[in-house]
C-alpha cells in the first residue's frame, strides 16, 4: 500500500475521493482510523478522518493540522509507518448490508494478517474495513475483568451486611455476657458468707455449694470472655470486608477509566 494524493486535502472541502479512501485505508490499517460500522470505508472525508490524521500527524512529531497535499512530509511520514509496521493481525468486517460481495461478506469476522491476501477496501468500491486484533482484545479483556470485579463486589457487600448483623449481635451478647458475670460473681461472695456453718453437713453443704456457685462463676467468665472474643473477631471480619470493598470499588475506577483510554464500548 503506497499513499500517492491527487489533490491536497483539508476540512473544508473538494477532497479526492480516492486519496480520501486510500487514507482511510492507511490510518485504518495503523489503528487510528475506525469507521461507522454500518458504512465502513468510503471516500467520504468524516469528521473522524481527520481526527485520525492529527492524531498521526502529532504522534510522528508533525504539525498536527490535519492538512495534506501531494507529497507532503505526512505522505512520507504515513508510507513509512505501514510499510514498517509489523505483519500484525485484523479482524476483517463488512458493513453487512446487501451490496457486499458475497466473497467479502463470507470474511466478515476472519481473523487475518496485514499482507497476506486480499486486503480490506483494497476491491474497487470496497467498504470493508479492519479492526486491530489487540485493540478488541484489550477492550474483551477489560470487560471481563470488569464483571469479574462487579461480582466480587457484589459477593463481598452481602458478605459485609451479613457481617454488620453478626457484629452487632456480638457486641449485644458480649454485653449481656459481661454484666451475667459481674452478677454472678457478686452472688458468688455472698452466698459464701451465709454458708459458713459449724456443722459438718453444713460445712459440706456450703463446700458442694461453694464448687457449684464457683463452677457458674467460672463459666459465667468463660462465657463472658468468649462473647468479648466473637466481638473481636466479628469486628475484624467486618472491618477487613470494608476494606476489600474499597479496594475493588477502587480497581473498578481504574478498569473503567482503562476501557475509556482503549476508546472500548
Ligand atoms: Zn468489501
Redesign the pocket.
Known amino acids: 500500500m503506497t499513499i500517492r494524493l491527487n489533490k491536497p486535502l483539508a476540512g473544508n472541502g473538494g477532497a479526492d475521493e480516492s486519496d480520501v479512501k486510500q487514507l482511510k485505508k492507511a490510518l485504518n490499517r495503523l489503528g487510528y482510523y475506525t469507521p461507522y460500522e454500518k458504512v465502513g470505508i468510503t471516500g467520504i472525508p468524516d469528521a473522524g478522518l481527520f481526527a485520525a490524521l492529527k492524531k498521526f500527524q502529532k504522534d510522528s512529531g508533525l504539525r498536527a493540522g490535519g492538512t495534506m497535499k501531494p507529497g507532503d512530509e505526512t505522505v512520507d511520514a504515513l508510507n513509512t509507518a505501514v510499510s514498517q509496521t509489523p505483519p500484525g493481525k485484523y479482524i476483517w468486517h ?1 458493513v453487512g448490508d446487501d451490496r ?2 458475497a466473497d ?1 461478506a463470507a470474511l466478515e469476522g476472519e481473523v487475518r494478517t496485514w499482507g497476506d491476501g486480499l486486503e ?1 477496501g483494497e ?1 474497487p468500491n ?3 474495513w479492519a479492526e486491530g486484533v489487540d485493540k478488541r482484545k484489550t477492550c474483551e479483556e477489560l470487560g471481563d475483568n470488569l464483571r469479574i470485579a462487579y461480582i466480587r463486589l457484589d459477593g463481598f457487600q452481602k458478605q459485609l451486611s451479613q457481617a454488620i448483623d453478626a457484629f452487632n449481635q456480638a457486641l449485644e451478647d458480649a454485653r449481656k455476657y459481661a454484666d451475667e458475670y459481674i452478677k454472678i460473681a457478686a452472688e458468688y461472695g455472698m452466698d459464701v458468707a451465709l454458708s459458713a456453718d459449724k456443722n459438718i453437713l453444713g460445712i459440706l453443704g456450703a463446700i458442694s455449694a461453694a464448687v457449684f456457685q464457683y463452677s457458674e462463676v467460672a463459666a459465667a467468665k468463660e462465657k463472658a470472655e468468649q462473647s468479648k472474643e466473637e466481638y473481636e473477631s466479628a469486628r475484624i471480619h467486618m472491618e477487613y470486608l470494608e476494606e476489600e470493598i474499597s479496594k475493588i470499588a477502587d480497581e473498578i475506577k481504574q478498569i473503567e477509566k482503562q476501557k475509556k483510554e482503549s476508546g472500548c464500548k
Open positions: 463488512t457486499v460481495r467479502h480490506p476491491d470496497c467498504r470493508c
